[in-house]
């Protein structure tokens, strides 16, 4: 099963989906703005990814900084910030036999096909 953590008005994760369905590879699309993960959820994605949670933020969006969120912020602060606030996560994500992988260049999901 794959999943693609989707955002229709990101041109990256549309590429991405895109570049899916070109491979016929036709994912479950999770609109993740509107089904914002659980906080279990963020973290599977961080060990998936093998990656910590200020990488998988996006700290140039606006509520990062209205959030007080900084280089200084615990763990804990910014998985309860990409739960609350899922804007923060980047994207897009793709998540094939329990591996992920983030489309940014969208070409570096097809790794996980291999």
């Given at each position: 099963?794959?999943?693609?953590?989707?955002?229709?008005?990101?041109?990256?994760?549309?590429?991405?989906?895109?570049?899916?369905?070109?491979?016929?590879?036709?994912?479950?699309?999770?609109?993740?703005?509107?089904?914002?993960?659980?906080?279990?959820?963020?973290?599977?994605?961080?060990?998936?990814?093998?990656?910590?949670?200020l990488?998988?933020?996006?700290?140039k969006?606006?509520?990062?900084?209205?959030?007080?969120?900084?280089?200084?912020?615990?763990?804990?602060?910014?998985?309860?910030?990409?739960?609350?606030?899922?804007?923060l996560?980047?994207?897009?994500?793709?998540?094939?036999?329990?591996?992920?992988?983030?489309?940014?260049?969208?070409?570096?999901?097809?790794?996980?096909?291999?």
């Amino acid at each position: 099963m794959t999943t693609i953590y989707h955002n229709p008005r990101c041109s990256k994760s549309r590429q991405t989906l895109q570049l899916l369905k070109e491979n016929n590879i036709h994912p479950e699309i999770r609109l993740y703005l509107q089904d914002a993960p659980s906080i279990e959820e963020i973290k599977t994605l961080l060990s998936q990814l093998s990656i910590t949670p200020l990488a998988l933020m996006r700290t140039k969006e606006a509520i990062y900084k209205e959030l007080g969120l900084n280089k200084d912020s615990t763990d804990e602060e910014r998985l309860q910030a990409m739960h609350a606030n899922p804007s923060l996560i980047e994207r897009p994500i793709v998540i094939h036999n329990d591996k992920a992988k983030i489309g940014r260049p969208p070409e570096d999901v097809l790794a996980l096909f291999e």
